[in-house]
């Protein structure tokens, strides 16, 4: 590369991160800037089962994030979350499938920029709780200990996943047994220490919030999620769906989360 190419290029990546600091500027003829729509994923499942409602977002038009949830405990997954919404230039809509609402929960406190909360078939904790009390709340989940394999990991804990027996019907009861299976390969594990570890001061209290009811949810039954949501003081859908809602039913999800970022 020629010193005149570099210096270009340095030129250009100092200029993208003096906007980053200093705010998304506006939009052309003074519209609205839409805020940037950051997805944060679950337990036993990584970013690519946002797919179908990433692609109905930017078509709608919208500026779209999905990181890697690393799902190796709350403070640290929230602590990592909340490191990447510092990146984000403008108003923020922060979504959570499953474990990663109890993340968005956390991260999102204190963050003037996070507009609104969308939960997707997901923990919406208080401070004090935790993702088993959470769980238990209402009978009804089948993502018992005995659906769970267990190994060790490199940093000491141990992480779960969900047998293949039992996937297909407690996790993702509404896709055919083809795509589960292949969600099932591909599952990403959670350190068993999330299970147990309480939630801080939550951000639904001072946030607005949006709530996604799955109907045929075994994972988290719909009772302990509508109470949630009550008691989070959410706008609410319920959709029939199984716990994947955001795989099987991609344009009720994107949409609940258009109109939370209206």
Do not use: C
Not at 50 to 73: F, K, Q
Not at 112 to 127: E, I, S, T
Request: hydrophobic share 45%; proline share 6%.
């Amino acid at each position: 590369m020629s010193s005149v190419s570099r210096r270009t290029v340095l030129a250009g990546t100092a200029a993208a991160v003096a906007v980053a600091a200093s705010g998304t500027p506006a939009a052309a003829g003074g519209q609205k800037v839409k805020p940037t729509i950051v997805l944060v994923h679950g337990a036993f499942a990584d970013a690519a089962g946002w797919s179908g409602v990433v692609r109905r977002l930017i078509r709608a038009g919208y500026p779209v994030l999905a990181p890697a949830n690393p799902l190796r405990g709350v403070v640290s997954d929230s602590a990592y979350l909340a490191s990447v919404l510092a990146t984000v230039a403008g108003p923020i809509v922060l979504v959570g499938h499953s474990y990663g609402g109890f993340v968005i929960t956390n991260a999102a406190t204190g963050n003037p920029d996070v507009k609104a909360l969308v939960y997707v078939a997901a923990f919406a904790p208080d401070a004090g709780e935790d993702l088993a009390h959470l769980q238990n709340h209402f009978p009804g989940t089948e993502l018992t200990l005995d659906a769970l394999d267990f190994r060790p990991h490199l940093d000491g804990g141990i992480d779960g996943y969900v047998k293949r027996e039992v996937f297909h019907r407690v996790f993702a009861g509404d896709l055919s047994p083809a795509e589960a299976d292949v969600l099932w390969a591909t599952q990403r594990p959670g350190d068993t220490s999330t299970l147990q570890t309480a939630s801080g001061a939550p951000a639904w209290r001072t946030i607005p919030s949006y709530f996604l009811i799955a109907r045929d949810d075994r994972l988290i039954p719909a009772a302990v999620q509508r109470f949630m949501a009550e008691r989070a003081g959410a706008r609410t859908v319920e959709v029939r769906s199984s716990h994947v809602a955001l795989i099987s039913q991609p344009e009720a999800v994107a949409d609940l989360i258009v109109r939370a970022a209206r």
